[in-house]
């Protein structure tokens, strides 16, 4: 079983570290040669314009697209939940894989100093709270049907979301040692591909 990290810009290289770290296969997407007998597929954090202009510059749109509608399952974390949306509501045009059915607020909390750290409850992660990094995260303002809201912030704004086998959150699990949402991603990915377990 191996997941595809896209590796165009941003945090990938910590998202390869935390799904070795859980003992499967990682492998770095910059080309749609790279996508053969891949079976989750994960959006890093970074900056959403460069790399939704990448993935058009290196067409990997369309392999992307495919890949959800054979239900690979994908997570995206900040600009890489941006990157998932049907709506991103900015003044920026950015053409996005359209997969999630939400409506984002790119930067919703300001500039890169109000920078911030807050524990979450996400209740599909286990008691334990969970460390929330958020470096000029999106915020989402609007979800579509069946698109079930995982986390919110004290304040009842959602920063995470799962739609079937997409899941996307506004925070960077990958920076922290806490690896349970990476676990959640691969359970997802186990159930999809159920011959994985043999491997
Ligand atoms: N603000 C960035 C964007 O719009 C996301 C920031 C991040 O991924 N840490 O793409």
Redesign the pocket.
Known sequence: MKVGVLSLQ??FIEHVNAIRKLGVDALEVRKPENLHGISGVII????????TRLMHYYRLVEPLKRLAENSVPFLG????M??LSKDVG?PVELETLELLDIRVN??AFGRQVASFETELNIPVLGEKPFPGL?????VVEHTGDGVEVIARIDDGRIVAVQQGNILATAF?PELMEDLRLHQYFLQLVLKTVPEARLL
């Open positions: 941003g945090t890093p954090g970074g900056e959403s314009t460069v790399i974390t900040c600009a890489g941006i990157c900015s790119r930067n958020f470096i000029r995260g999106p960077h």
